[in-house]
């Protein structure tokens, strides 16, 4: 009987012992997952950095995509030409802003600008 329990008693401190030296399956498998998550926060990272610098290269505000932004846009010269000659063809603001498809405040503001730079230039 001494010898059963000294043997038992040998044995539970020799996988005691062991137990420190064998790796972990579960402990990896979490380094793993960790490692993942924080490759995928990387990703993440620099792909909204990316989408970032391309709205700013295209001077799109964030804005834009939720639809609930109206950024003034740039009127092409030759739109401005355009209702330039409309109304000096005696058309009337509405007008040239319907067959123009400008808002007739762009069209007031174009107006205005030819008649400044007519006035400084005559």
């Keep these: 009987m001494e010898y059963v329990l000294l043997s038992l008693l040998v044995i539970s401190i020799l996988l005691f012992v062991l137990s420190f030296f064998v790796k972990d399956p579960v402990k990896e498998l979490k380094n793993e997952i960790d490692q993942l998550s924080l490759n995928q926060i ?16 295209l001077l799109v505000p964030d804005s834009d995509f939720s639809g609930t932004a109206s950024q ?4 092409h010269a030759i739109l401005k030409n355009q ?3 409309l109304s000096q063809q005696g058309l009337s603001i509405e007008q040239i802003a319907k067959q123009s498809s400008l ?3 762009d069209v007031e503001i174009i ?5 400044m730079r007519g006035e400084t230039y005559e």
């Design 111 to 115: 107006l205005n600008e030819f008649s």
């Design 72 to 75: 003034k846009r740039e009127v």
């Design 83 to 85: 209702v330039w000659s």
């Design 42 to 57: 990387q990703e993440l990272y620099q792909m909204k950095r990316k989408i970032k610098i391309l709205e700013e290269e």
């Design 103 to 105: 808002p007739i405040e």
